[in-house]
């Protein structure tokens, strides 16, 4: 039995409540992050934090605690929960003022809703994934305009996975006027020639944080990124592939749409750069 936190109070998750007014379960009036654990400690806790404060500056929506306040709710749920290796899910919504309504309630009278959960990912960083790679499907992207708000807002995701699922892969990649943007719950990338291509930041795509550590530690050691839309016929053509997330890390991509990347197997220069991400992440956990 996890404990879990809503709203100022560790409880056994099956204690767990929120109103059904919230605007998160009605309207999918909410942000969220997901922060991994490693050796029991937090990882990019900071550039989580930050993105979460961004994310509510967006959308109007008032904070329910401080940064600080919010980096000792996560280390009190890795204390309880004894987490070694795993991931902290943390959600904000507008909360709820008794009743359903389009427009968003009075900020000043209404708390936000906050609540925190942890799931234990023993070997986290060892995932087969990362030494087999993924295969994944290319499908349209749908959804709404504001992809760098990390919402809720998760159908078509949700969908995507599923429509993989059914193809016997492992993701999809959503393509946009001719372009991918992003995977289901990742940034994209593919290799030509030891260059690194992936997608500049817009509101077409999350910013990742992930991505941004990635790229970061890439340029210092020496290699070459550009940041631009590509195709799908251009990434069946790249001699790697690969993604980035908080769960994932850096996890090779050997096929999409059914044509083998490069030689059909990880590359090189992806497990190198997870190799150095999770070294880099590992020594400024806190």
Do not use: C
């Amino acid at each position: 039995m996890r404990t879990v936190y809503v709203n100022g109070e560790y409880l056994p998750e099956d204690q767990a409540k929120i109103s059904i007014f919230d605007r998160g379960f009605l309207m999918a009036d909410g942000v969220y992050e997901v922060t991994s654990v490693l050796d029991g400690k937090l990882i990019a806790f900071d550039g989580h934090a930050e993105r979460l404060t961004r994310s509510m500056n967006e959308l109007d929506m008032r904070a329910p605690a401080t940064t600080e306040e919010l980096l000792e709710i996560h280390r009190e749920l890795v204390r309880l929960n004894d987490i070694k290796d795993g991931l902290i899910y943390l959600q904000v919504t507008r909360g709820s003022d008794g009743d359903r309504d389009f427009a968003f309630p009075d900020p000043e009278t209404t708390a936000p809703s906050l609540v925190l959960f942890t799931q234990s990912k023993p070997g986290l960083a060892d995932n087969p994934a990362a030494r087999d790679g993924i295969r994944v499907i290319s499908i349209e992207d749908i959804r709404w305009g504001r992809r760098d708000i990390k919402t809720v807002q998760l159908l078509y995701p949700s969908m995507g996975k599923m429509m993989a699922k059914k193809a016997g892969v492992e993701d999809a990649w959503m393509v946009e006027e001719g372009f991918v943007t992003e995977g289901t719950s990742n940034n994209a990338y593919i290799v030509k020639d030891d260059k690194i291509v992936t997608r500049e930041t817009s509101n077409d795509i999350l910013h990742g944080i992930t991505r941004k550590a990635v790229l970061e530690l890439a340029r210092e050691a020496q290699m070459q990124v550009e940041e631009r839309n590509f195709t799908i016929e251009e990434a069946q053509q790249a001699d790697e592939a690969f993604v980035t997330s908080a769960s994932a890390f850096v996890t090779p991509v050997v096929e999409i749409d059914g044509a083998k990347i490069g030689s059909g197997t990880p590359g090189k220069l992806a497990p190198r750069l997870r190799e150095i991400y999770l070294e880099e992440m590992r020594k400024t956990a806190i």
